[in-house]
């Protein structure tokens, strides 16, 4: 039976969530920690104390590392009340890259490096960055990996050079991402590395100035100089960094999903209110057709992605997809529509509020601007696109019921 309601655990999870967020983060929109750079590290330990003390810090992990050990299902329920502010995932620790991190180190790292590496990411005493984008290497197409690790028999000695790191600045745990070259003692290939962010040789040359702040510490340019790594500080096996980073980024992909529906939804209820009180010609502005469509449009937007999230967690919370398809192609259905919905769903926010929508007068303005990197980050539009079809060429058949 496919059955549609929340039950009433998770019904109050997502209240108290929602009454968190508004009563002790929202206020936070307006610090000037929260700068071009995303919010401060000062900013976020602050708030992570608050989402502590209210017993809603990383929720979203296994019971056995201290969360509520919540199905997919309730992520995407808590995950959205908890984006009603863009800072409010910060707060909670459940905001990217961290959240996927985390999970992917929870599925791969060994005992010493969970206790290191893992556990103070989720106790919120440490940030986790996640190094694969490349200038002239690696992006949407990861085979063109050129970060090199090159295996001597004792140590791995890692050159390259990355960009768009998501809160590279003052991170400790840190995932790389490089290529291990041909070599007599072993084997080579795309592998994961896990260290320390204050390991000599990784070299931060700037923070980028980006159009969204709702990151901590930013977007980092990362070069490494001779990075020096033995083979304990491997993450996982030699050669499967490709898999690995695949069980990060389908989950991945959907709490982004989950998070930006919570912010849409905050803007939406912001222009509704403003067409209902904001006149023009002699009524209020919803009444015109043009304000009241783009308020439709908006409302069928946000349930119709609301529910294609929920979609793909019952499927990935049963572990089955559709006879013959992915997990992955699914998620690459939801990412690649709802990204592009709820842009759709701001940007039509941002004309009901007319010159004030472009303006920080409201919090629009700043989901506006927060949300329209979701459209390329774990996989641009145009790549979800081109891996369906490769999908739906290979099968030869839709993905039915
Ligand atoms: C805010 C933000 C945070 C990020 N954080 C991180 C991070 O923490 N760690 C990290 O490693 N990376 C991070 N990234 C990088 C992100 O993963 C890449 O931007 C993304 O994978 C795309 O790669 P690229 O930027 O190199 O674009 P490119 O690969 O150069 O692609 C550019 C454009 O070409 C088009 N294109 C590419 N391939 C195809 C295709 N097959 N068919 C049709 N069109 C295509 C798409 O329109 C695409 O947008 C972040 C990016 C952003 C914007």
Known sequence: MIDFEIPADLAALRDKIRQFVIDE??????DPRLTQHGPTDELRQEMIAKARKAGLLSIQVPRELGGMGLDHIGHAVALE???WSTLGPVAMNCAAPDEGNMLILSKIARPDQIKEFLQPVVDGHQ?????MTEPDGAGSDPAQLSTEAVFNGNDYVINGRKWLITGANGAKTWIIMARVAPNPHGPDGPTLFLCDGNTPGIEIERVMNSMDRNYVEGHAVVKFNNLRLGPDQLLGEVGNAFQYAQMRLA???LTHCMRWIGAATRAHSIAIDHARTRTAFGKPLGEHQGVGFMLADNEIALQTCRLAVWNACWMMDKGEAPKGFSARHQS???????SEELFKVTDRCVQILGGIGVTDETVVEMIFRDMRPFRLYDGPTEVHKFAIARTLMRH????VA
């Open 25 to 30: 983060i929202v206020p936070y929109e307006r």
């Open 81 to 83: 009340a908890a984006g």
């Open 127 to 131: 940030r986790s960055v996640f190094a």
């Open 251 to 253: 989950p991945a992909r």
């Open 332 to 338: 690459s259905i939801v990412k690649c529509f709802v």
């Open 396 to 399: 030869g058949t839709a993905m």
